[in-house]
């Protein structure tokens, strides 16, 4: 069964400043990782999908990493804003595009 | 890029009572999926629905839960006697990457 941890579970950063979210999972039999971001009570969206055969994905300020043999993948946002306040969901996708998530780091970003 | 919509958005419910989630995509799909988040706690893998059919269930999916595509677009998740437990936000997707916004259902 893939379990998917999340570190850390909170951070909280002045504005401006650079951000690193960790995932890890145990099986690294995966079709795809994903990082989501998901505001309070609210619903999950996609923000990176990195295939299994690929090593890293950008969009924007976001950047993410994947080192599939070691079961890790790094999600990191530059130039933090208030805006990105929010909890980021880390998950890793099987062959049968099931998805199995992490806890989710919950970051807040200081003006 | 699919479009999945979810109805309804919230459902205050008493315990015992059965209800009806409902997820509409917006073309043709093979794969679905229910997850569910209690608040909290991870989103959690509840079942997958391939070709009209149960695919994998959870340990989650017990005997209450159903799910069906009864007219070929809709499809739903039926919960037929809900328990305070059940009590969660409850999010449809097709394949790996395209969520609806979810139902967020509360029983009392």
């Known amino acids: 069964k893939q379990e998917v941890t999340q570190i850390p579970a909170a951070l909280s950063v002045p504005e401006g400043e650079n951000l690193v979210l960790n995932c890890s999972f145990t099986d690294s039999a995966i079709y795809n990782l994903q990082w989501f971001r998901q505001d309070p009570g609210k619903g999950l969206t996609s923000l990176l999908l990195?295939?299994?055969?690929?090593r890293e994905q950008t969009s924007g300020r976001l950047n993410a990493s994947l080192d599939k043999s070691s079961g890790r993948s790094t999600l990191y946002i530059a130039a933090s804003q208030p805006g990105d306040s929010a909890t980021y969901l880390c998950?890793?996708?099987?062959?049968?595009?099931?998805?199995?998530f992490g806890a989710g780091t919950t970051v807040t970003v200081r003006a | 890029e699919p479009e999945v919509t979810q109805t309804p958005s919230h459902q205050v419910t008493q315990m015992g009572q059965e209800v009806i989630l409902r997820c509409v995509p917006i073309s043709n799909h093979l794969y679905f999926y229910w997850y569910r988040q209690i608040l909290g706690q991870k989103v959690e893998f509840l079942v997958s629905?391939?070709?009209?059919?149960?695919?994998?269930k959870s340990e989650i999916f017990d005997d209450q839960f159903s799910v069906e595509r009864p007219d070929g677009s809709n499809f739903t998740l039926k919960i037929r006697s809900t328990k305070l437990e059940d009590s969660a936000m409850y999010f449809c997707a097709i394949r790996d990457q395209y969520f609806g916004p979810g139902t967020r259902l509360l029983v009392l």
């Open positions: 998950a890793v996708c099987s062959n049968d595009y099931k998805l199995s």
């Open positions: 629905f391939y070709n009209n059919e149960i695919s994998e």
């Open positions: 990195i295939q299994s055969s690929q």
